[in-house]
Antibody, heavy 124, light 111 residues
Framework: EVQLVESGKNLVQPGGSLRLSCAAS????????MSWVRQAPGKGLEWVSV????????DYADSVKGRFTISRDNSKNTLYLQMNSLRAEDTAVYYC?????????????????WGQGTLVTVSS | QSALTQPPSASGSRGQSVTISCSGT?????????VSWYQQHPGKAPKLMIY???KRPSGVPDRFSGSKSGNTASLTVSGLQAEDEADYYC???????????FGGGTKLTVL
């Protein structure tokens, strides 16, 4: 059974930093690209970032480019999201999501499994 | 503002069918057969219901079906059941520069 479990500090001040983690199990982690998708309170879904299965390629939404860094440790089956220069508009539930292929292009960009999400609040 | 346009709400009686639309452009929905649909119950994570426009993951009832015409994709739920009441989001591949875009979501009410 595929399981994705997110964790990370929940409250941070504007301009601060935060690192989210996502522990994966139930599948061969290194064989699949992984993504972060967020959802602001009462709002819709927004794709944030993706990393290939081999960790040699990444991509970001324009709204977080230059501030967020996605990474993964395939030896630990764990996905990360380093979030710097946080803004109030980054407040959201952050979901870790599995992509159906090793590389994220075309059919590989959908999300076939999701974690339960972790709420990040950026506020003073 | 979301890249894809969905109606904010839809409704149908138990046993009936309802169709939710998802309007995009030739740069996303119309340009690729990589539309997916997600179901989200309140306080829960999204769940993949349809991928590559028409395909259903294992375990998803065949009451859920997808289609596409031009720049508009659609999700049809037949034989509505109480547990189908949820938010539904469409998403499309949008090319290498914009990877994945979402609709604003549709709240489906089962009467």
């Amino acid at each position: 059974e595929v399981q994705l479990v997110e964790s990370g500090k929940n409250l941070v001040q504007p301009g601060g930093s935060l690192r989210l983690s996502c522990a994966a199990s139930g599948f061969t982690f290194s064989s699949y690209a992984m993504s972060w998708v967020r959802q602001a309170p009462g709002k819709g879904l927004e794709w944030v970032s993706v990393i290939s299965g081999s960790a040699d390629s990444t991509d970001y939404a324009d709204s977080v480019k230059g501030r967020f860094t996605i990474s993964r440790d395939n030896s630990k089956n764990t996905l990360y999201l380093q979030m710097n220069s946080l803004r109030a508009e980054d407040t959201a539930v952050y979901y870790c999501a599995k992509n159906p292929k090793a590389f994220y292009s075309g059919s590989g960009t959908s999300f076939d499994y999701w974690g339960q999400g972790t709420l990040v609040t950026v506020s003073s | 503002q979301s890249a894809l346009t969905q109606p904010p709400s839809a409704s149908g009686s138990r046993g009936q069918s309802v169709t939710i639309s998802c309007s995009g452009t030739s740069s996303d929905v119309g340009g690729y057969n990589y539309v997916s649909w997600y179901q989200q119950h309140p306080g829960k994570a999204p769940k993949l219901m349809i991928y590559e426009v028409i395909k259903r993951p294992s375990g998803v009832p065949d009451r859920f079906s997808g289609s596409k015409s031009g720049n508009t994709a659609s999700l049809t739920v037949s034989g509505l059941q109480a547990e189908d009441e949820a938010d539904y989001y469409c998403s499309s591949y949008a090319g290498s520069n914009n990877l994945r875009v979402f609709g604003g979501g549709t709240k489906l009410t089962v009467l």
